[in-house]
């Protein structure tokens, strides 16, 4: 069994890997050849806006042999920054740090294979998740992109952006000061399309081609009215949009057709499980992304139409556990063959006792 850490995934990990490994998974979940259960949160209150959540997800994948577990244990906050609600994680792990980890199992042999920490998967995952439904949901001749967002998810997505996309600008806003100059400075190294810091959000949706949201927000960080005909939109979670942007949308892309499940004891209102007030007549917009790819949906049907692709809490979209063994199988063979990571005898983990 091979323990793998942060720094090893971001040594061996490209968006291009991403990319490769997801197109297939999405493609095999919706021909029904891969088994996913949705994602669940059990919430536990400590104090007013602080609690403790457990999250976990789990999928197979025939096609690669392996199932994989993603978990986290964090302790969320939620507080108000520049007038916008947002949700924080708290690094209140030891050292000041956070839990997150993803097991992947063999199929055949029942053997965990690996742990991996789950940082630059997670977000990995996330942008290139992003990027496929851009590629199949976007306008081909799409050439600009508005960012919103500079925080721990923006740089990836985009990445996955500038690799699907012929882009020539990417524009970028964050409400911080300071945050735009120090994400271009950092990220432009990594891309062909040029980073343009923008004053507002609405710099970072008009005449754009594509406008990704990259926020912890729980309040919509752009006016659905500012939408055009034509443009896409990704999402990376539902508090980040208004009921505009859904309700013009002609399309709305999502993982996959199961809801996530939220557990509270009643203890937390569902509200602030949810977060969103996502309305039944958006569901006939609603197609799976894996669908779409495997030409079972037409997703876009006219360059005149706005498409989305939601995150967490739009409609039933969650994060998918074959998405994490997916791309922690390509991790485990780039670390085997690598040598990298930390090596711990596989028996260990195995038992003679009837469990």
Same mark, same amino acid.
């Given at each position: 069994?091979?323990?793998?850490?942060?720094?090893?995934?971001?040594?061996?990990?490209?968006?291009?890997?991403?990319?490769?490994?997801?197109?297939?998974?999405?493609?095999?979940?919706?021909?029904?050849?891969?088994?996913?259960?949705?994602?669940?949160?059990?919430?536990?209150?400590?104090?007013?806006?602080?609690?403790?959540?457990?999250?976990?997800?789990?999928?197979?994948?025939?096609?690669?042999?392996?199932? @994989?577990?993603?978990?986290?244990?964090?302790?969320?906050?939620?507080?108000?920054?520049?007038?916008?609600?947002?949700?924080?994680?708290?690094?209140?792990?030891?050292?000041?740090?956070?839990?997150?980890?993803?097991?992947?199992?063999?199929?055949?042999?029942?053997?965990?294979?690996?742990?991996?920490?789950?940082?630059?998967?997670?977000?990995?995952?996330? @942008?290139?998740?992003?990027?496929?439904?851009?590629?199949?949901?976007?306008?081909?001749?799409?050439?600009?992109?508005?960012?919103?967002?500079?925080?721990?998810?923006?740089?990836?997505?985009?990445?996955?952006?500038?690799?699907?996309?012929?882009?020539?600008?990417?524009?970028?806003?964050?409400?911080?000061?300071?945050?735009?100059?120090?994400?271009?400075?950092?990220?432009?190294?990594?891309?062909?399309?040029?980073?343009?810091?923008?004053?507002?959000?609405?710099?970072?949706?008009?005449?754009?081609?594509?406008?990704?949201?990259?926020?912890?927000?729980?309040?919509?960080?752009?006016? @659905?009215?500012?939408?055009?005909?034509?443009?896409?939109?990704?999402?990376?979670?539902?508090?980040?949009?208004?009921?505009?942007?859904?309700?013009?949308?002609?399309?709305?892309?999502?993982?996959?057709?199961?809801?996530?499940?939220?557990?509270?004891?009643?203890?937390?209102?569902?509200?602030?499980?949810?977060?969103?007030?996502?309305?039944?007549?958006?569901?006939?917009?609603?197609?799976?992304?894996?669908?779409?790819?495997?030409?079972?949906?037409?997703?876009?049907?006219?360059?005149?139409?706005?498409?989305?692709?939601?995150?967490?809490?739009?409609?039933?979209?969650?994060?998918? @556990?074959?998405?994490?063994?997916?791309?922690?199988?390509?991790?485990?063979?780039?670390?085997?063959?690598?040598?990298?990571?930390?090596?711990?005898?596989?028996?260990?983990?195995?038992?003679?006792?009837?469990?």
């Amino acid at each position: 069994m091979r323990v793998i850490s942060n720094s090893d995934v971001e040594q061996i990990l490209t968006m291009d890997d991403c990319l490769s490994v997801l197109g297939p998974t999405f493609g095999d979940l919706a021909r029904g050849e891969a088994s996913n259960r949705p994602r669940t949160h059990t919430y536990t209150p400590l104090e007013p806006n602080h609690y403790y959540l457990f999250k976990s997800m789990d999928g197979s994948l025939p096609r690669f042999g392996v199932h @994989g577990l993603r978990l986290s244990s964090d302790h969320l906050a939620e507080v108000t920054e520049n007038g916008l609600r947002r949700r924080d994680k708290l690094p209140m792990a030891p050292g000041g740090k956070y839990l997150g980890l993803v097991l992947l199992f063999s199929i055949e042999t029942l053997e965990l294979l690996a742990m991996i920490q789950d940082g630059f998967l997670q977000k990995m995952r996330v @942008g290139a998740t992003s990027g496929l439904a851009s590629k199949y949901l976007a306008r081909q001749d799409s050439h600009v992109a508005g960012l919103i967002g500079t925080g721990w998810q923006a740089d990836a997505q985009a990445m996955a952006l500038d690799a699907v996309h012929d882009l020539r600008e990417i524009r970028v806003f964050s409400p911080t000061s300071g945050h735009v100059e120090r994400f271009c400075e950092k990220v432009q190294p990594l891309l062909k399309a040029t980073l343009v810091p923008v004053g507002s959000s609405n710099d970072a949706v008009i005449r754009c081609d594509i406008v990704s949201c990259a926020t912890n927000s729980l309040d919509p960080v752009f006016d @659905g009215d500012w939408l055009t005909r034509g443009q896409h939109v990704n999402s990376v979670q539902r508090g980040e949009l208004d009921n505009t942007t859904h309700e013009r949308a002609s399309v709305i892309a999502t993982r996959a057709k199961e809801q996530s499940l939220h557990f509270s004891g009643g203890a937390i209102s569902d509200e602030v499980m949810q977060r969103g007030d996502w309305k039944p007549e958006w569901d006939g917009k609603i197609q799976e992304l894996g669908k779409i790819i495997i030409g079972e949906s037409p997703g876009r049907s006219s360059p005149d139409q706005i498409t989305l692709f939601g995150g967490s809490g739009t409609g039933p979209s969650s994060g998918l @556990g074959i998405q994490f063994a997916a791309v922690g199988h390509i991790i485990y063979q780039r670390a085997c063959e690598q040598s990298l990571g930390h090596e711990l005898p596989s028996d260990w983990f195995l038992e003679d006792v009837h469990p």
